[in-house]
């Protein structure tokens, strides 16, 4: 890809973690909400999840389709999110970034252990 | 308006009343003992009224500070040269300014649209997927045996959250791509009402 065409890339810390729950699985909202909760220390509420939502399929990282009709929820269908190919390739370059940053700071760690 | 809320409220006693019967309902019934609350219900119509008079004001904001700028210019054709000298607390106060006006004129929208209350439900506030999730954690408070006023102790604390989600969502779309997933969470019409 050319550095013209490239766009750059902003994830939130949020959005990335929505993204690596929905990798690979197809879930609704209080699903992937109760999949972020599990191990988090501040509990995570709608009023973060569905602007990530938004922003995600706003930039295009992930889709969704319609469930079918649920008696557990009152008649109403639910919003299957998963993620696409933007969505796989954004996620891989923060990791990447993320795992690069890491391996820097261990060689500064290394360095400054040694003087 | 009085005589609905009589009728709300009369129904609401009489289902209080029969406590006994209460302890028999099924889940799905009880959802619907617990939708029909006149107090919560007025809670929701006002709530909904209120956001679409935001998302009014939302995009309307940029528009009028086109037509401050132009009006402006008309009044004073010189000011565009003195328009550069106005520092950013102007710009501030002039937006606080606007917003609360704004704010006023939707209060007292509300106000008037209130007095034509007769009834709302959550599918008419937020979208399909958003009263799909909050059914389904009023299915699960339900089956761990919460108690009615938890649950809609509960169910408030969501919609709140819920409210503010909604409001950060109007204000991100200003600047986010593209708008197609907004006129679809903006159409309330395409929501399918609960069926309950």
């Not at chain 1, 008649?75 to 940053?101: C, D, F, P, T």
């Not at chain 2, 289902?15 to 006994?20: A, D, E, F, G, V």
């Not at chain 2, 939302?58 to 037509?67: D, G, T």
Request: proline share 3%.
């Amino acid at each position: 890809m050319s550095d013209n065409k490239k766009k750059q890339i902003k994830l939130s810390a949020l959005d990335e973690d929505v993204l690596t729950v929905l990798l690979g699985r197809e879930l609704y909202g209080l699903e992937i909400l109760d999949q972020l909760n599990l191990d988090r220390p501040d509990e995570l509420m709608f009023s973060s999840l569905y602007p990530a939502l938004n922003r995600l399929e706003k930039k295009g990282f992930v889709s969704w389709k319609w469930g079918d009709e649920h008696d557990s929820s009152g008649g109403a269908r639910r919003k299957y999110y998963k993620v696409n190919g933007a969505g796989k390739a954004a996620l891989s370059e923060i990791q990447q970034y993320r795992a690069a940053l890491a391996q820097r700071s261990a060689q500064g760690h290394t360095t400054f252990v040694g003087i | 308006m009085e005589w609905e809320m009589k009728v709300l409220r009369f129904h609401r006693k009489y289902i209080c009343q029969n406590q006994s019967i209460r302890l028999h309902l099924k889940d799905k019934f009880r959802l619907q003992l617990f939708l029909f609350d006149p107090r919560l219900e007025l809670l929701l119509f006002g709530l909904r009224q209120w956001l679409i008079g935001f998302q009014f004001i939302v995009s309307l904001c940029p528009l009028m500070l086109w037509i401050i700028y132009f009006l402006a210019l008309i009044l004073d054709p010189h000011c565009e040269a003195k328009l550069p000298q106005l520092g950013r607390e102007d710009f501030l106060l002039l937006g606080t300014f606007l917003g609360i006006l704004l704010n006023l004129l939707n209060v007292l929208r509300l106000l008037r649209i209130k007095k034509t209350f007769n009834g709302c439900k959550l599918g008419t506030i937020f979208p399909e997927e958003w009263q799909a999730d909050l059914k389904t954690l009023q299915k699960r408070w339900m089956k761990q045996n919460y108690s009615c006023q938890k649950i809609r102790f509960l169910t408030i604390k969501h919609i709140f959250h819920m409210v503010l989600g909604y409001i950060q969502i109007q204000l991100e779309n200003i600047w986010l791509p593209n708008n197609v997933s907004l006129k679809k969470l903006n159409n309330f019409k395409t929501y399918k009402v609960l069926r309950s």
